[in-house]
């Protein structure tokens, strides 16, 4: 949290502008309930059957969840069911499950849709070009709720290399708001270029190791 703090006022950034998600992948439930006692309010989690216990053991707190991995197209109930955000969103037909399926005593399901910035083509994420026709169709279902961009660039050691794709991203916001005022998050940084990503504008940090520590290899 001080690292954070130190960078987000190096890059002249406002600290309400820069929101902390604890990634909890591999974390059991008392690790979790540890961090939420120090004021940690929400957490990402990126594989749905090691979620659902967690977040029913930690019902009581209160917590925000996010899902932060690959949507398989057969397991949206669950994620429309049990989670307060996705960051993975990148196709229609997933969008539209979770909006079929999202419940009605719930507020909309947020989502920001994954961007692929390499150009990867087995990678998540839609492609740039493709990202005005999935928003536009998005905006249409009334179970979700458009909140803004995520993106996992290949890992590099180079700060100026990893602050290249936060910038398009940021861009890519910025061209995309206009049509949807709605979104004004981007979902950017892991612990290894979470500098470059406040840099470019981030508001929303996801950090896992950073936090945690080294996660346990099973
Ligand atoms: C694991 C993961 C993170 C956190 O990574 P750390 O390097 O542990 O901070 C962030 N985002 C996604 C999508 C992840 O899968």
Redesign the pocket.
């Known amino acids: 949290n001080q690292i954070i703090a130190e960078a987000v006022s190096r890059h002249g950034r406002h600290p309400g502008n820069v929101k902390l998600l604890a990634?909890s992948?591999r974390r059991n439930s008392a690790e979790i309930r540890q961090c939420a006692l120090l004021g940690q309010a929400a957490f990402?989690e990126?594989y749905l059957q090691e979620a659902l216990p967690k977040i029913n053991d930690c019902r009581d707190l209160g917590l925000e969840w996010h899902f932060?991995?690959r949507i398989q197209r057969n397991k949206t109930a669950d994620v429309a069911k049990h989670f307060d955000w996705v960051?993975t969103v990148d196709r229609l037909s997933v969008a539209q499950r979770l909006n079929d399926q999202r419940p009605d005593e719930r507020s909309p399901l947020e989502v920001c849709v994954q961007v692929n910035l390499d150009g990867a083509v087995n990678k998540a994420g839609v492609p740039p070009e493709q990202l005005t026709p999935l928003l536009a169709g998005i905006s249409n279902l009334e179970r979700l709720r458009l909140r803004g961009l995520m993106t996992?660039p290949e890992p590099s050691e180079d700060i100026q290399l990893q602050r290249l794709p936060f910038q398009q991203l940021a861009a890519l916001l910025a061209a995309v708001s206009i049509d949807h005022p709605t979104m004004d998050v981007l979902s950017m940084g892991?612990?290894?270029d979470m500098e470059a990503a406040i840099a470019e504008g981030s508001t929303l940090l996801?950090?896992?190791?950073?936090l945690f520590g080294p996660?346990p290899e099973s």
Do not use: E, P, Q
């Open positions: 990634v992948k990402g990126n932060i991995g960051h996992m892991m612990s290894g996801r950090i896992g190791t950073g996660r």
